[in-house]
């Protein structure tokens, strides 16, 4: 942190989704950071022409419900039929206690969905305690834990669904790379989103130096078949490690 502001990163993951992470100072508030973040990505030469909105599918509130990301200079045009607009960029946004992350999906994906949680003690019973364990996990297992928790919110997102959906249907397959795959939920033949095959991976990540860290998940549907590596990397910098 330089003169009270958090350093923000902003670096390349698996499936060529973009991420950008950076902690909180007390005063700011997490949507506005969140939404600059996500503006500096998407048009880092036009950032004001970035419009981040929400609306819950459910009761139709602003306030709450999947992040949508539109790009003013290319809706400009006033047809609805205008085939040559470009697809709004899926985005997903994520809040921990002190640090906003947000995630961009590469052109053509069909889902994206990121959280994050910070690795310390608390987290690590919160979550032991949400997936079901029956006595606090020994501290290996708790912090695996918190990676659990994060996978699952991701896939939650990714497929525009509640965590109940997700702690019933989730299926993860973890695979030689460091990443993982979670196959569609059994609920997929009334729901698109559901019959999804998604991959995932999970960093480590920093975001102020010598503080505590973060477990940071992302789950995505490309268009095709991903043959990326993506093999973590480690270090206190927050590049990645699991």
């Not at 950008?20 to 950071?33: G, H, I, K, P, S």
């Not at 364990?133 to 991701?154: D, I, K, Q, Y």
């Not at 030689?176 to 609920?187: F, Y």
Request: glycine share 8%; with cysteine; charged share 20%.
């Amino acid at each position: 942190m330089t003169g009270g502001i958090a350093e923000t990163r902003v670096e390349p993951a698996p499936f060529g989704i973009r991420l950008a992470w950076r902690a909180l100072a007390a005063d700011e508030d997490r949507r506005d950071v969140a939404h600059a973040l996500l503006a500096s990505m998407l048009a880092p030469a036009d950032p004001g022409s970035v419009r981040v909105t929400r609306q819950c599918p459910a009761c139709g509130s602003s306030a709450h419900g999947a992040p949508v990301a539109r790009l003013l200079n290319a809706t400009a045009s006033t047809s609805t039929a205008d085939a040559t607009r470009p697809p709004d960029p899926l985005i997903s946004i994520s809040y921990a206690p002190g640090l906003v992350a947000v995630g961009v999906a590469p052109a053509g994906a069909l889902a994206l969905g990121i959280d994050v949680e910070l690795d310390s003690p608390s987290t690590r019973a919160r979550v032991a305690e949400a997936l079901g364990s029956a006595r606090p996990p020994r501290t290996r297992e708790t912090r695996g834990a918190v990676a659990a928790w994060t996978r699952l919110e991701a896939v939650a997102k990714a497929r525009r669904a509640g965590l109940r959906g997700a702690y019933a249907d989730a299926s993860f397959t973890m695979l030689g790379d460091g990443t993982w795959r979670a196959d569609p939920s059994p609920a997929g033949a009334d729901d698109p989103a559901q019959a999804l095959t998604l991959h995932g991976a999970d960093r480590r990540i920093t975001p102020t130096p010598n503080g505590a860290s973060a477990i940071l998940s992302l789950a995505c549907a490309p268009r095709r078949p991903s043959t990326q590596s993506a093999s973590p990397t480690t270090g206190s910098s927050g590049r990645a490690s699991a």
